[in-house]
């Protein structure tokens, strides 16, 4: 019943329901722009939301089954977690700050009662009944590690495995491609809350006591994304680094943990150095990216390739978003109608000349669609004049 209780309390959670709707907003806001740039779309698949739904599972589970057992926070702790999380979800769509959230929350709360600026809002959880309770900050410190350690997991097995393009244009006001992940997930994390709140709020809600204080047992949700747009990297490489980045920075907070469980007063400092630490590695990715002389620009001589739609012959072949098909059957092209010219001269079989992004010639070949060299499902340069 207990465990009923608690999954009921995640479930009522607007933050998880805004979440799936932001997800599926991204779902529906990148078919539109596929759409509109080739006519149909590269991933029909709602691939945004089932890796929602599969790492929000998994993270959960191990979460709550590694950490579940003794983790508490405050109650002071979700409502601003809770709150800053609904804010960054409705009003902040441009970003995903998962990370920042949780991190401005445990400097908030441990910050709440030594500050005079942050009264207002200690004297606003006392007219509501909520009284500070015994915690050991050191929670705050471990769930902030636990963040960005899924926050670095999710980045690793969901980065640039789907290569949706957006088109801008570059400093010269040429044409580009750039690439966006833009992913997230809530994961119901058990958890201990104390506080007496619960006792006289809700008395149908189970508890236990320990040395004169209640505890509740709730499955807090827990945002995990980022979004990020690669520019010039290979999209796949460019986030595999920048999660190993993180396990860094994840690795960094387990000792300063381990050094704050004896020295209280590292606490603190140590979710601000994390927190810097992370956006320090973002920073980082980016200037790596932009430092890259490549770009998945238009070229003269022959067609740049952007997107590749699974299931496709072009699937099939040794293609790779940036790649530059300059012959197709032996013909030589320089644009999107001599390309299809060209495919038609052979109704079930292409042969072509690519160069890479390192400038490396290669040759790959496929049988096609009988009499549809169109669904051959390579995307170039369509409709760019927007």
């Known amino acids: 019943m207990k465990y009923l209780i608690a999954f009921g309390f995640y479930i ?25 740039i080739f006519n149909s779309a590269i991933y029909d698949d709602f691939y945004e939301g089932r890796h929602f739904v599969r790492m929000g599972l998994i993270f959960g589970i191990l979460a709550s089954i590694i950490l579940g057992g003794f983790l508490s926070i405050s109650l002071e702790w979700l409502i ?87 088109l801008v244009r570059n400093q010269r006001n040429n044409k580009t491609a750039v690439y966006k992940f833009n992913e997230l997930t809530i994961f119901p994390f058990l958890l201990f809350v104390p506080g007496d ?9 189970p508890l236990f006591q320990v040395n004169h204080h209640f505890y509740a047992i709730l499955l807090v949700p827990i945002l995990i994304g980022l979004k990020f ?14 999660s190993k980045s993180m396990y860094l920075i994840a690795g960094v907070g387990v000792c300063l943990a381990i050094a704050g469980y004896f020295v209280p007063k590292l606490i603190l400092p140590a979710i601000v150095v994390l927190l810097l630490g ?49 012959e197709v059957n032996g013909i030589k092209i320089s644009n999107e109608d001599e390309f299809y010219r060209a495919l038609s001269t052979n109704s079930t079989y292409c042969r072509f000349k690519v160069r890479d992004r390192n400038d490396q010639l290669k040759i790959t070949e496929s049988a096609i669609f009988k009499n549809s060299p169109h669904e051959i499902g ?9």
């Open 229 to 242: 747009t690669v520019k010039r990297s290979v999209p796949r490489e460019l986030l595999k680094k920048l």
């Open 378 to 386: 390579v995307k170039t340069y369509t409709k760019l004049s927007h």
């Open 80 to 166: 601003v977690y809770e709150g800053l999380m609904l804010i960054g979800l409705v009003l902040i769509p441009w970003c995903l700050l998962s990370v920042t959230i949780a991190g401005v929350t445990s400097i908030l709360t441990l910050l709440m009662p030594n500050i005079s600026q942050l009264k207002p809002i200690s004297n606003w959880f006392a007219g509501m009944g909520i009284h500070s309770a015994a915690v050991d900050p050191i929670n705050s410190l471990i769930l902030f590690v636990v963040i960005i350690l899924a926050t670095a997991v999710f980045v690793n097995v969901n980065g640039g495995r789907f290569d949706s393009p957006t």
């Open 12 to 36: 009522i959670q607007p933050a998880l329901w805004i979440g799936v709707i932001r997800s599926y907003l991204i779902h529906t806001n990148r078919l539109k722009k596929e759409r509109g």
């Open 278 to 326: 992370y956006y320090l590695v973002l920073g980082l990715a980016k200037h790596a990216d932009n430092q890259q002389t490549f770009e998945y620009s238009e070229v003269m001589d022959g067609v740049r390739v952007i997107g590749i739609q699974p299931e496709t012959p072009a699937a099939k072949m040794d293609l790779k978003v940036g790649d530059v098909i300059l």
């Open 197 to 205: 709140w619960f006792h006289t709020s809700f008395p149908f809600m």
